[in-house]
C-alpha cells in the first residue's frame, strides 16, 4: 500500500486542519489519562469536559497501554503451558469474546498467567469441555463480562452456533460454541496458516476466509496476532482495513467524497500525523513489553504505528458523540474482573 505523491497531493489539500487543531487536544488527553492510569504522570486535568472523565472508557492506541493487548502480551503468546496453535486460539479469544479477564472466567483461575485454554485438550477430553462450559454459564449468571460490549458479534455468534449444530445435531446457543468454533481453527488449518504468516494481510486473510469473521475481527484479531514474536507479522505495516468508528473520523477529516480508499488514509496519517497534531508524546517506560526475558517488539513503540493511528481515531469518532450526548458518556465503561466480587464465582466455579 505505497503512498503516491497524487494521494499526498490529494490528502493535503482536501484535510481539515481545524479538525486536526482538535483531533491533536483529544490525542493529548486520551494520553494523559493513560498515562495518569499508569502512573507516569501525578495528575490529570479533564478540563471540564465529561466525555473525557477518568471513568469513560477509551482505548489507547499504543499496544503496550491497552490492557486487552498487554494480556496478550504477558500471558498469552509466550505461555509455555499451551501448544503454539493453542496461543494462537487464545489471542483470537481475546477479540471474538472480548470480556475482559474471560480466559480467567473460563478456566475459573485468578491466576493470568495460568489462564490459557489448551485447544487440543478442548478437542478431545469432554470433562474439560464441560468444566469450561459450567464456567461460562456462571460468570454470565453472575454477570461477569463474558463478551465486550463495544461491538457486535451477530456474524460470530451465526458460524459458532451453525458449527455447533453441524457438529453435535443439537441446536443451540450456548457461550461455549464461540470457543468450539475457535478450537476448529487447528483441525481446519487456520491457526497453523497464522503461525505460518510472512505479513499481516496474511494473517488477516487466514481470519476472513472464515465464515462470519468480516473486516473487523479479521483486522483485530489479526493485529493481536502480531503481537506473538513467532509470528512474522506487524501491526505497522502499510496494511489497515480501519472499522466504521475509525472511517467515520476519516470522512470527517477529508470529505464523504474523498476517492481515496480508507486504509490508505490511515497509512499516509501515520506516517505525516506529526505535520498536523505534533508528537504523541509517549512515555519511555511504554515503548516496549519484556516477558520472562524475552521483548515483544523488536523496535521501541515510540511513536504511534499503523493499528495505533487506526484506533486513535476511532477513538476520536467515539468522543465526538459522547460529547454531544454526555448521558452516553456514563455509559461508555469497559467491565473489568476487578470491578467484580469474585468469591463466589471461584467458589462455585470448576479449576480447570
Not at 465486550?148 to 441446536?171: D, H, I, W
Not at 496458516?193 to 483485530?220: H, M, W
Not at 523496535?299 to 458523540?321: I, M, N, S, W
Not at 467484580?340 to 466455579?349: D, H, I, K, L, T
Amino acid at each position: 500500500m505505497a503512498i503516491t505523491q497524487e494521494v499526498d497531493k490529494e490528502l493535503r489539500t482536501r484535510l481539515d486542519r481545524e479538525l486536526t487543531d482538535d483531533i491533536a487536544f483529544f490525542f493529548r488527553k486520551l494520553n494523559d489519562r493513560s498515562k495518569y492510569k499508569h502512573g507516569y504522570i501525578d495528575s490529570y486535568d479533564d478540563e471540564g469536559e465529561p466525555a473525557l472523565g477518568l471513568e469513560v472508557d477509551y482505548f489507547h492506541p499504543q499496544e503496550t497501554q491497552d490492557d486487552l493487548m498487554l494480556n496478550i502480551m504477558r500471558n498469552i503468546v509466550l505461555n509455555p503451558l499451551v501448544s503454539p496453535e493453542s496461543r494462537v486460539c487464545n489471542t483470537i479469544i481475546s477479540h471474538f469474546y472480548g470480556g475482559r479477564g474471560i480466559h480467567q472466567t473460563m478456566l475459573c483461575q485468578p491466576d493470568p498467567t495460568k489462564a490459557v485454554v489448551d485447544f487440543e485438550r478442548l478437542n478431545s477430553d469432554v470433562v474439560y469441555r464441560d468444566a469450561i462450559d459450567h464456567n461460562l454459564k456462571l460468570g454470565y449468571n453472575l454477570g461477569l463480562p463474558i463478551y465486550s460490549k463495544t461491538e457486535l458479534r451477530t456474524s460470530l455468534f451465526g458460524s459458532a452456533n451453525k458449527f455447533a449444530l453441524e457438529t453435535t445435531g443439537v441446536k443451540s446457543a450456548e457461550k461455549i460454541n464461540l470457543l468450539m468454533w475457535i478450537a476448529s481453527f487447528i483441525p481446519n488449518g487456520v491457526a497453523n496458516r497464522i503461525l505460518t504468516s510472512e505479513s499481516l494481510e496474511d494473517v488477516y486473510k487466514a481470519l476472513t476466509s472464515l465464515p462470519g469473521v468480516g473486516q473487523y475481527y479479521g483486522y483485530n484479531s489479526g493485529v493481536a496476532n502480531t503481537l506473538n514474536p513467532a509470528i512474522n507479522a506487524n501491526h505497522d505495516e502499510p496494511f489497515c482495513v480501519p472499522g466504521p468508528g475509525c472511517r467515520k473520523t476519516l470522512d470527517m477529516m477529508f470529505g464523504k467524497d474523498c476517492k481515496v480508499k480508507y486504509g490508505e488514509r490511515v497509512v499516509w496519517f501515520r506516517h505525516n500525523y506529526e505535520d498536523f497534531i505534533g508528537k504523541f508524546d509517549l512515555h519511555p517506560s511504554s515503548y516496549n513489553v519484556e516477558v520472562d526475558g524475552v521483548t515483544i517488539f523488536s523496535e521501541p513503540q515510540d511513536t504511534l504505528k499503523v493499528h495505533g493511528c487506526e484506533v486513535a481515531l476511532c477513538q476520536y469518532g467515539v468522543f465526538d458523540r459522547l460529547r454531544t450526548e454526555p448521558k452516553l458518556a456514563k455509559r461508555r465503561v469497559v467491565p473489568r474482573l476487578d470491578d467484580f466480587p469474585m468469591e463466589e464465582f471461584y467458589n462455585s466455579g470448576v479449576p480447570v
